[in-house]
């Protein structure tokens, strides 16, 4: 799911997220580790009791999307 994100970009590379926008409200977030691979940028995040989950920039199309944190996805093998 495609969302709007609050952030700024570090001169070390990072991101610090400050918030996101889903389903037209702006939401605070906390955030945890980030990386980057060949889908793009990812940070985690966490929004109040919730469980975590992930954003990244799409390096292919420069949008942000909301998804899951890894660990909650299922993986077939």
């Known amino acids: 799911m495609m969302v709007g994100v609050d952030c700024v970009f570090n001169l070390d590379g990072t991101i ?3 918030r996101i926008k889903e389903k037209g ?4 977030v906390e955030q945890g ?3 980057v691979d060949g889908e793009g940028r990812h940070v985690l995040i ?3 009791g ?3 989950r992930e954003i990244w ?3 292919d199309t420069l949008t942000w999307e ?3 944190a890894q660990s909650q996805r299922k993986i077939w093998v």
């Open 25 to 28: 409200e702006w939401t605070p």
């Open 57 to 59: 920039l799409r390096s």
């Open 16 to 18: 610090s997220v400050r």
């Open 46 to 48: 966490m929004i109040g």
């Open 50 to 52: 919730l469980p975590a």
């Open 33 to 35: 580790r980030q990386w």
């Open 66 to 68: 909301l998804r899951p």
